[in-house]
């Protein structure tokens, strides 16, 4: 009997938490640009159960029915394994003015959370669609707790952009070169200063070329440059392939993935768009394993029964997160070295597989209880 029959209704298309998360939503926002709003649901209903912190997500989406454990698990996983790179990053360029770089941004509020925990860069831009890009003005404009965050307040906010001093949003055809190189110049990024890429499920719906070439423009410009990409793989097994057809059914076609469908090569992209410090890639079953301290696996075990073990391990096998590093300096491959003409390595110890121990950043928002509060409802897997 095939994976399909087998699954879970949880991960099914019809009638499971998969299309709980995707009943209703903003007008205007359809297709691909509908996930963002997925993704805002499903972070807040993350949030509300303890899996990470995040005192901002309530003011993009209101708290709705759980997904369920299966799916609060795995935004787990994600948020953990993009905090880390950014917290690594910050670290790695403290005092050289970086930057962090947010493609297809969405309803992020990472720039909050940072700005909350005095982390923020010295910039921070966000390029997404033009839909996305007008309703997250408005939130912003309808929420003290954002606009806070703004020094020049109300008066930064356009129709379709917010122009702070270390917060940009812009609107762009991220499949145009032209256009983001534009909204980037716009925005104000310096490809001199250390840049952090954050492409979390982008580079999959666009057509490979398009993809390809985000990814050479911060490889060619920028001089120091780390790049996070999170996005789907494996489509030509049976559970791949029911992925491909539901995201198709919802206008969310995934073009990309056939020219990436594996780790191998997520990696071998990277290094053709000039990130030949170094890159790696791992699929998130193996980053839960491998990268996850045994206490933060165990308190996030906690907070849950989880019994669809096989679905758990089919659908984590199914998203990799890949890091991408163009440094300055010497050293070369193997030791995080560097590509770019002069100047010291900053991202040497920059590292996909660094442990991680809590999510990053920081909130006020509790945790859930750890496992030395409460014996775990399931084991850590």
């Not at 996930?35 to 003011?59: E, L, M, Q």
């Not at 057509?207 to 990814?215: G, I, M, Q, R, Y």
């Not at 992925?243 to 990309?256: E, F, K, Q, S």
């Not at 030791?335 to 590292?351: I, P, T, Y």
């Amino acid at each position: 009997m095939s994976y399909t029959h087998r699954l879970s209704p949880a991960l099914r298309w019809r009638g499971g938490p998969l299309a709980r998360m995707v009943d209703r939503g903003p007008p205007g926002l359809d297709g691909v640009a509908r996930t963002a709003y997925d993704a805002s649901r499903g972070k807040v209903a993350a949030v509300a159960r303890g899996y990470f912190g995040d005192d901002f997500a309530h003011c993009f989406c209101a708290e709705g029915p759980s997904p369920g454990p299966l799916i609060n698990r795995g935004h787990y996983v994600r948020v953990a394994a993009i905090g880390s790179v950014c917290e690594q990053f910050l670290h790695a360029a403290r005092g050289q003015q970086p930057q962090i770089v947010s493609i297809g941004a969405g309803f992020d509020t990472r720039f909050w959370q940072l700005a909350a925990a005095g982390m923020a860069p010295s910039l921070y831009i966000e390029v997404d669609q033009h839909p996305i890009v007008a309703r997250k003005v408005e939130i912003v404009a309808a929420q003290p707790a954002l606009l806070a965050a703004l020094p020049e307040g109300a008066a930064c906010l356009g129709t379709d952009r917010v122009s702070s001093a270390r917060y940009q949003l812009r609107a762009a055809d991220v499949r145009d070169e032209a256009a983001l190189e534009a909204a980037l110049a716009e925005a104000g990024w310096d490809e001199t200063r250390p840049t952090l890429v954050l492409l979390e499920c982008v580079l999959v719906y666009l057509p490979p070329d398009a993809a390809a070439s985000v990814l050479r423009l911060f490889g060619r410009r920028a001089r120091r440059c780390v790049a996070a990409v999170y996005e789907q793989i494996g489509p030509d097994d049976a559970f791949g392939r029911m992925m491909v057809a539901n995201l198709r059914a919802r206008d969310c076609a995934l073009l990309g993935l056939s020219a990436c469908p594996d780790t191998e090569s997520q990696v071998a992209r990277c290094r053709s768009a000039g990130f030949t410090a170094r890159a790696e890639a791992v699929d998130l079953l193996g980053y839960h394993a491998e990268v996850l301290s045994h206490d933060e696996r165990a308190r996030v075990a906690s907070l849950e029964p989880l019994d669809e073990l096989e679905e758990w391990r089919l659908l984590m096998a199914h998203y990799c997160v890949v890091l991408a590093v163009k440094d300055a300096g010497g050293g070369g491959e193997g030791g995080g070295g560097g590509d770019a003409a002069d100047g010291e390595a900053l991202f040497g110890d920059l590292l996909l597989r660094a442990p991680v121990l809590r999510p990053f950043p920081p909130a006020s928002t509790p945790l859930g209880r750890g496992p030395g509060l409460r014996r775990p409802v399931s084991p850590p897997l």
